[in-house]
């Protein structure tokens, strides 16, 4: 009878060479992998991990099971282990959990084998995972594979296979608890914070949206690539604009600086430019746009520099800001010099026609193509990606002045010179 062994997988890094070495390992076995990850913090980067690991798994022709985001459930086993520090109790508490249900599932599922990748990780002790996979599998009639994936070269193969497959390489191991141990000095954790219902250039969840058609034309047999660029990224922290004392919806132009305190200021001049009105403060260069359109957010047609702020409102308030207006401002921002964004090309980049799509958008969530109508696109132009024809496009960062794009003609700009060499 063919041995049947449950994988329990935390990531597509961990698992894209430990998968490899048990199918080498154990040729007839039927294999599976189950995602379980309830320690990981936050969702979108659970789903991220997720989606990586689909991804390496469906490249290796082994069917995976996602398992539910049980959070509740790890924050309550690892209570009174907060403050722990990374491979301590509470990480026992979490290898535990994670293996406890692999066993369930593997058990109701007729499995007889159970192992995890995370043996394969640099960072995890490999007695104490040995140890609890082996009391659990006991527990539950089961055996526990202890399989040293970093022997004979395990880590280097990892490595390079994780770069090839172009697969997210996250920073920190998971928990929120080890994520405060790392960063612990900051006011705040930036991968934390939500900054509204968009996908920011540089953010989780810009990535996983490029990472989500990845997955989607893989499976089509399209070939990808991803081109990572860095650039400096930027949120708004807070933005406060009182006309009168009373607030005003308003939004702001992105690599706004922040201003210090509270800036009171009286509009000096007011001047018609296109779309819209351009109030200028008496006291400082920042700066009110009333839009001749009701309000929007309002993304960079090309780079802007950290420069002066830009308060945006619509057209409502045209009548309530004349020159000798008062008005009470507020904003802090945040730069990120190490910001990191990709452009995805799928099919051949020098094709010579290629149709371009966008994976940010505002904070609100404008200016959004929509992962439906790419993943049409994708099947509509199959044949032509295949023959070399085309390629599609989606592009990081284009609300802050299409930097993808300006990156991707960079690229094609040195492949040109290097090809007339
Ligand atoms: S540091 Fe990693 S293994 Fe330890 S508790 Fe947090 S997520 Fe689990």
């Known amino acids: 009878m063919k041995d049947k062994i449950l994988v329990h997988i935390c990531c597509g890094v961990d ?31 659970y789903e991220l991990r997720w989606i990586e690991t689909e991804r390496i798994c469906n490249n290796l022709g ?47 599922l007729g499995f007889s ?11 995890k ?15 539950y009639g089961l055996e526990f594979l202890a399989i040293d994936f970093r022997k004979q070269g395990g880590v280097e193969k990892m490595n390079k296979l994780s770069k090839e497959f172009e697969i997210y390489h996250q920073n920190y191991c998971g928990c929120l608890y080890a994520l405060f141990q790392q960063r612990k000095g900051l006011d705040y954790i930036p991968e934390l914070v939500s900054f509204g219902k968009g996908r920011l250039p540089g953010s989780r969840e810009e990535l996983l949206f490029i990472k989500d058609i990845r997955t989607f034309a893989e499976k089509e047999g399209l070939l990808c690539r991803e081109y990572p660029f860095d650039f400096i990224g930027w949120k708004v922290l807070s933005s406060t604009m009182k006309i009168k004392k009373e607030p005003v919806h308003h939004t702001i132009l992105p690599f706004s600086k922040s201003i210090k305190g509270v800036l009171r200021a009286k509009v000096s001049k007011i001047v018609e430019k296109e779309d819209k009105f351009i109030g200028f403060l008496n006291k400082t260069n920042t700066q009110i746009w009333i839009l001749k359109d009701s309000l929007k957010e309002v993304p960079l047609e090309k780079p802007r520099n950290f420069n002066n702020a830009i308060f945006i409102v619509g057209n409502e308030q045209l009548e309530k800001i004349q020159v000798g207006t008062k008005v009470e401002l507020t904003l802090k921002t945040e730069f990120d010099e190490n910001a990191t964004s990709q452009n995805l090309v799928i099919g051949d980049l020098s094709a010579k026609e290629k149709i371009f799509f966008h994976s940010d958008t505002m904070p609100d969530g404008s200016y959004s193509d929509k992962p439906e109508e790419i993943k049409r696109e994708i099947l509509k132009r199959k044949n032509e990606i295949l023959e070399g024809r085309m390629s599609i496009v989606v592009t990081g960062a284009y609300t802050f002045g299409k930097l993808g794009e300006l990156y991707l003609q960079e690229i094609l700009e040195n492949q040109e010179v290097s090809q007339n060499l």
């Open 15 to 45: 698992a894209v060479w430990a998968l490899q070495k048990i199918q080498q390992e154990f040729p007839d076995a039927q294999l599976k992998g189950f995602f379980y990850d309830p320690n990981i913090h936050p969702e979108e980067e």
């Open 62 to 108: 082994i069917e995976c099971i996602k398992g539910e985001y049980e959070l509740d459930k790890w924050l309550e086993t690892t209570k009174g282990y907060e403050h722990v520090p990374e491979r301590g109790e509470r990480c026992t508490l979490c290898h535990d959990l994670r293996l406890e249900k692999t066993a369930q599932i593997a058990k109701e």
């Open 113 to 123: 084998k159970i192992t995890t990748v995370l043996m394969m990780s640099p960072k």
């Open 125 to 139: 002790d490999f007695n104490v995972l040995k140890e609890v996979g082996e009391s659990i599998a006991k527990k």
